[in-house]
């Protein structure tokens, strides 16, 4: 009645909100018996019935299981897909960034340190990556190269450890120069992730 929700629009969205949150089960649970995660997936459904344009959530996934935060993000997604609704929300929770917003606004001290996309975030703030290299032949520490580009270590008998910066090197051009002291059977390539890189950006702003 306050919002002059159409009824089929309405009912349509009950439906659908009660499926994708699992909410069946305690639809008639009075509010004090709700855990904190049911209570936030009633309230984000309240605010999306109208089907607005635009959505403002704080710290929506804050204090939930891995479960709810999980259906919470999907419904945030889908809803932004199917009735492109904008959603802002604030959060310190770096995976409700990664999974849900295509555009990352940082502020320190009223100061904005970033804005644009999380791709362009990782591009510019991400210095470090991590190679593993497995070696087929027992490693020697005394062969290992060095170089200014990248910091080898031994991690065991047949691993290396090749840390680097991905704006300086590229990975194929470390891997053709191992590859001219060892027989290399796999590597994989770990990046850090932007809890770390916001991390070093509050850091750097003390």
Do not use: W
């Not at 009950?14 to 909410?23: A, K, P, Q, T, W």
């Amino acid at each position: 009645e306050i919002y002059q929700i159409d009824d089929d629009v309405f009912q349509n969205n009950v439906s659908r909100f009660i499926e994708m949150l699992d909410m069946e089960r305690y639809l008639q649970t009075p509010v004090r018996q709700l855990s904190l995660g049911q209570r936030m997936k009633a309230e984000i459904s309240l605010s999306m019935l109208h089907n607005p344009d635009i959505l403002f959530l704080d710290e929506p996934t804050i204090g939930l299981d891995v479960l709810a935060k999980h259906q919470i993000r999907d419904f945030i997604k889908e809803r932004n897909r199917r009735s492109h609704v904008t959603t802002l929300l604030t959060s310190h929770d770096m995976k409700d960034l990664e999974e849900i917003c295509d555009r990352l606004i940082i502020l320190s001290h009223g100061t904005l340190i970033f804005d644009g996309s999380i791709v362009e975030f990782k591009k510019i703030f991400s210095h470090e990556s991590v190679i593993t290299v497995t070696c087929n032949a027992q490693i020697c520490e005394t062969t290992v190269p060095q170089n200014p580009h990248y910091q080898i270590s031994v991690t065991d008998s047949h691993h290396l450890s090749i840390k680097y910066d991905p704006h300086k090197i590229s990975v194929a051009e470390i891997i053709s120069r191992l590859n001219q002291t060892y027989v290399i059977t796999d590597f994989s390539i770990s990046h850090p992730d932007i809890e770390d890189m916001v991390r070093t950006i509050f850091q750097t702003q003390k």
